[in-house]
C-alpha cells in the first residue's frame, strides 16, 4: 500500500467566508442589482421612426437589421441607425444652350435606401453613402450632359 505524505502549511487550508450580516447582504444585493441594471441598459436600443438599424459586432456587420421600435441585443454588438425615410439631393447649374444662352438648370432627386439592403450598403459603403453614391453619380452624370 503507497504512503502519503501530508503536508501542512499552517492556517487549515482555505480561508472560510465570514458570515454576512444583514447589511453586507444588502449591499450585495445591491450590487448585483446595479450590475444588471447596467448590463440591461447595455442591451437596450431605440431605433427612431424612419431608420434601420445595422448591426456590428467588433466592427464587423452581421447581416442583422433593427427595424423601428426597442428591442433587446448583445450587450457587444453596436448599432448604427441609417435612415430609410425618402430624401432629396438638390443640384443647381448653369449651362449653355444651343444658341449660346445661359441657362440656370435646377433638379431634384429624390431616392430612399432600401430596408432589406441596409446591411449591405453600410458594409460596402458606410454610413456617408449619399456622398459616395449619389452625389458622385449626379457630378459623373451631370459631367457627361455638360460638355465643354
Known amino acids: 500500500m503507497p504512503t502519503t505524505t501530508r503536508f501542512d502549511l499552517g492556517g487549515g ?12 447582504r444588502r449591499i450585495l444585493q445591491l450590487g448585483i442589482l446595479v450590475v ?3 448590463v440591461l441598459m447595455a442591451s437596450t436600443t431605440s431605433i427612431p421612426t424612419g431608420n434601420v438599424g445595422v448591426l456590428t459586432l467588433f466592427g464587423r456587420v452581421t447581416g442583422e437589421t433593427l427595424p423601428e421600435g426597442i428591442h433587446l ?18 443640384e ?3 449651362v449653355p444652350s444651343n444658341e449660346g444662352l445661359i441657362l440656370a438648370l435646377d433638379t431634384s432627386l429624390l431616392f430612399r435606401l432600401d430596408k432589406s439592403k441596409a446591411s449591405y450598403v453600410y458594409q460596402t459603403m458606410g454610413e456617408p453613402y449619399v456622398e459616395r453614391v449619389v ?14
Open 92 to 94: 443647381s447649374a448653369n
Open 135 to 148: 452625389e458622385h453619380e449626379c457630378s459623373r452624370i451631370g459631367a457627361s450632359a455638360n460638355p465643354r
Open 73 to 90: 441585443i448583445n450587450p457587444l454588438k453596436s448599432v448604427q441607425k441609417l435612415s430609410v425615410q425618402t430624401q432629396s439631393l438638390k
Open 36 to 38: 444588471v441594471i447596467i
Open 13 to 24: 487550508g482555505l480561508p472560510s467566508m465570514p458570515n454576512l450580516g444583514g447589511a453586507g
